[in-house]
């Protein structure tokens, strides 16, 4: 529940899909992140009424044309490894220059009210390089992070230390500016 303490102090209880039992994804068919969070936001906040956060993001390369950008999971379609994301995404950069290698860790977070239809959105990226070779750690599920280099630490994103970690993060940047501007509109 990271980041969200301003809420709980408010007496707002906070409550996962996991919480809810709800196991429906909608299908995400924005060309941004921004579309797919909102998207996102309004399904699960219409399903069960409640005030919904949620976020979507990914890996930008601008050397090739922001990919994988929104399909950053589904870049080989949704079979496709961890392991063949990283060497994919490998192959695609081996002929670029060190300059060519720059890459972005976006994310877009949006708060949906169904009772009054509003809605709120933060985007914040994490700078970084795309390594020549994947870091000995690869966090599953994300495979990316055993690729990008954040230039802060000059180490790899899996290889941050909780407090590194703590300070480059582009989605509790983004939650800290969404939070604030949701308790902004409940104390108004």
């Known amino acids: 529940m990271l980041g969200v303490k301003p809420l709980i102090n408010l ?22 992140f921004e579309e797919n969070s909102k998207l ?6 219409n399903i069960t009424d409640l005030p919904t956060i949620a976020d979507d993001g990914g890996l930008l390369i601008p050397y090739l044309n922001n990919e ?3 399909k950053s999971s589904r870049w080989l379609g949704q079979k496709a490894t961890d392991q063949e994301l990283i060497n994919y995404a490998l192959l695609r950069l081996k002929d670029a220059k060190e300059s060519d290698r720059t890459a972005y ?3 877009c977070l949006c708060f949906y009210n169904p009772k009054n239809k509003q809605i709120i959105c933060e985007t914040e990226k994490t700078k970084g390089q ?10 599953h599920g994300y495979p990316y992070r055993a690729l990008f280099i954040v230039g802060k630490y000059q ?3 899996d290889e941050l230390t909780e407090k590194e970690h703590q300070q480059i993060n582009h989605r509790i940047k983004a939650l800290n500016r969404l939070i604030q501007k949701i308790t902004y509109t409940l104390i108004k």
């Not at 007496?11 to 060309?31: A, C, F, N, Y």
């Not at 996102?40 to 906040?45: N, P």
């Not at 795309?130 to 966090?139: G, M, N, V, W, Y």
């Open 155 to 157: 180490k790899y994103y």
């Open 68 to 70: 994988p950008g929104v």
């Open 40 to 45: 996102k936001a309004k399904f699960y906040g």
């Open 130 to 139: 795309i390594a020549l070779q994947s870091s000995s750690r690869p966090t």
């Open 105 to 107: 860790l976006q994310t």
């Open 11 to 32: 007496g707002i209880k906070i409550v996962t899909l996991k919480d809810l039992k709800i196991s429906q994804e909608p299908e995400e068919t924005g060309k941004t």
